[in-house]
């Protein structure tokens, strides 16, 4: 069955940079983009980008252009989502989610990483 | 680009139907035929329930449909049951991003 596994809670210091890793399995990890998104606490999803596995070729956010690298690594069949320079505003579940109908949507979600960030 | 707007909630009773509509602009919902709906239960992961206007994947009730109308799409839901209490979430493609509305909260009374 297709899955995403997201890596665990991160506490990060204003500046600093987090990596959150999503590890995908069930299916042809090639063969479908993956979507990155958050959820600050009490508010509503966020998208920040995407990857497509195949070509390694990403799209992003213009909020997070500069902030935000998304990458992949194929023979681990995982997604990494890095985010720099860390504000507090910046606390919030983060998501991974498999684009299974090539139509912007997200069909497989990750279950979320939380990310607090505070000095 | 500014997000979809939805009502912050509705409500109905069991076995009524309700409506939530997104409302984006020429740039986004009214020019791709990609607009999703989420469900969102608290604590929980998001669920997609339709994408691409009015499909909707394997496994959802049929009690949820999709449609649009220039440049608002709308979520129905039929026959409501207690289950469908939860937050629902609209997103579009808009030619190089993806937008998401602000959500609604579906109360069942």
């Known amino acids: 069955q297709v899955q995403l596994v997201q890596s665990g809670t991160e506490e990060k210091k204003p500046g600093a940079s987090v990596k959150v890793s999503c590890k995908a399995s069930g299916y042809t990890f090639t063969g479908y983009y993956i979507h990155w998104l958050r959820q600050a606490p009490g508010q509503g999803l966020e998208w920040m980008g995407w990857i497509n596995p195949n070509s390694g070729d990403t799209n992003y956010a213009q909020k997070f252009q500069g902030r935000i690298a998304v990458t992949r690594d194929t023979s681990r069949r995982t997604a990494y989502m890095e985010l720099s320079r860390l504000m507090s505003d910046d606390a919030a579940v983060y998501y991974c989610?498999?684009?299974?109908?090539?139509?912007?949507?997200?069909?497989?979600w990750g279950q979320g990483t939380l990310v607090t960030v505070s000095s | 680009q500014s997000a979809l707007a939805q009502p912050a909630s509705v409500s109905g009773s069991p076995g009524q139907s309700i409506t939530i509509s997104c409302s984006g602009s020429?740039?986004?919902?009214?020019?791709?035929?990609?607009v999703s709906w989420y469900q969102q239960h608290p604590g929980k992961a998001p669920k997609l329930m339709i994408f691409?206007?009015?499909r909707r994947p394997s496994g959802v009730s049929n009690r949820f449909s999709g449609s649009k109308s220039g440049n608002t799409a709308s979520l129905t839901i039929s026959g409501l049951q207690a289950e469908d209490g939860a937050d629902y979430y609209c997103s579009s493609f808009a030619g190089s991003s993806v937008l998401f509305g602000g959500g609604t909260k579906l109360t069942v009374l």
């Open positions: 989610a498999r684009d299974g109908f090539s139509s912007s949507s997200g069909d497989y």
């Open positions: 020429s740039n986004d919902v009214g020019s791709y035929n990609l």
């Open positions: 691409e206007d009015s």
